[in-house]
């Protein structure tokens, strides 16, 4: 167990209003994911950080925005929702295991924008 | 850029059959390569990883070889159970080593 938790699990909002996902971690990784995942398109990452403060687009961030004030604690925000977005988000973290880094990831936000 | 292919489902097993679900990837440098199983309702949990040419991995009696000649890397178990039914998840590391490419995934559903 990794200790990653997310927050909310599940969410309905309406086009157009902002919309804030969180990761939390207990165990000081350095390296957290967001990825969205959709029937015929698996898993896709959205944005990732290196650190405190160092964040980097994935292959679908248009619309998304990061932010990581804290170790513990990747926000992932839509500033104005589409039905397009609606899709279930994942959080993970990389755990080096010998010269390898694992991904391991959190149970899942499930976002529906209407 | 990296990609991974994996075959689509659904794929559709009775109990104690063979399992394989094939994989292939284009990445540069020297990846690791990775399955990820994922339970109805939950995250991706990882099932097992290689780390160079002819690697296999294993865990929960599952194999897959890492050929690099071929870019596969193969999921196979002997004998499934309903239990095993998910989705799964071919996942490379390309040349950058702390991100992932995955493959859209592929369902497995095995019957009694």
């Known amino acids: 167990d990794a200790g990653i938790t997310q927050s909310p699990r599940h969410k309905v909002t309406e086009t157009g209003t902002p919309v804030t996902l969180r990761c939390h971690q207990t165990?000081?990784?350095?390296?957290m994911y967001w990825y969205r995942q959709d029937p015929g398109h698996g898993l896709r990452l959205i944005h990732y950080?290196?650190?405190?403060?160092?964040?980097d687009k994935g292959e679908v961030s248009d619309g998304y925005s990061v932010s990581r004030s804290k170790t513990e604690d990747f926000l992932l925000t839509l500033e104005s929702a589409t039905s397009s977005q609606t899709s279930v988000y994942f959080c993970?973290?990389?755990?080096?295991?010998?010269?390898?880094?694992?991904?391991?990831f959190g149970p899942g936000t499930r976002l529906t924008v209407t | 850029g990296d990609s991974v292919t994996q075959m689509e489902g659904p794929v559709t097993l009775s109990e104690e059959a063979f399992l394989t679900i094939n994989c292939t990837y284009t990445a540069t440098g020297y990846p690791s390569l990775f399955w990820y199983v994922q339970y109805p309702g939950e995250g991706l949990q990882l099932l097992l990883k290689a780390t160079k040419a002819d690697d296999k991995g294993s865990n929960k009696g599952f194999e897959a070889t890492y050929r690099k000649e071929t870019t596969s890397f193969h999921l196979e178990k002997g004998s499934v159970q309903v239990s095993d039914s998910a989705v799964y998840f071919c996942g490379t590391s390309g040349g950058s080593n702390y991100k992932l490419t995955f493959g859209k995934g592929t369902l497995l559903t095995v019957n009694p």
């Open positions: 993970a973290i990389s755990e080096i295991s010998g010269s390898v880094y694992e991904q391991y």
């Open positions: 165990e000081n990784h350095r390296y």
């Open positions: 950080s290196y650190g405190v403060k160092d964040t």
